[in-house]
C-alpha cells in the first residue's frame, strides 16, 4: 500500500511563490514515474508536472517556465517549486506516483489559493 502526503499548500498572492512537497511511504525508485495533478473550483482535475526515473520533467504548458519538478531520492520526496503564480493556478494539488506495472496511487491533495 503507497501512501503519498503533499504538503506545502496555502494563500499567496499574484507573482509570488510556494513548494509543493510530496512524500512517500517508501523509497521512490520503485515508482516508473510521479507526478503532479491539480483541480481548480468547478474544473476536471488536470495534469501539471511528471519526473520520470530520471531527473528531466515534463509540463503543461500553462506552467511551463514556472513551475519546476524535481524529487529527493535520499528523502522519498517529489517537489514542486512554483514560481509567479496566477490567479488561475489556484486549486488543489495532488501527487500521483505511478510503479512499473502501471498502478497508480494518489494523495490527498493539498489546496493552493493565489489571490490579492
Known amino acids: 500500500q503507497v501512501q503519498l502526503v503533499e504538503s506545502g499548500g496555502g494563500l499567496v498572492q499574484p507573482g509570488g511563490s510556494l513548494r509543493l512537497s510530496c512524500a512517500a511511504s517508501?523509497?521512490?525508485?520503485?515508482?516508473?514515474?510521479m507526478g503532479w495533478y491539480r483541480q481548480g473550483p468547478e474544473k476536471q482535475r488536470e495534469w501539471v508536472a511528471t519526473i520520470d526515473s530520471g531527473v528531466i520533467g515534463t509540463y503543461a504548458d500553462s506552467v511551463r517556465g514556472r513551475f519546476t519538478i524535481s524529487k529527493e531520492v535520499d528523502k522519498n520526496t517529489v517537489n514542486l517549486q512554483m514560481n509567479s503564480l496566477k490567479p488561475e493556478d489556484t486549486a488543489v494539488y495532488y501527487c500521483k506516483a505511478t510503479d512499473f506495472w502501471g498502478e497508480d496511487s494518489w494523495g490527498q491533495g493539498t489546496q493552493v489559493t493565489v489571490s490579492s
Open positions: 517508501g523509497t521512490i525508485s520503485r515508482f516508473r514515474a
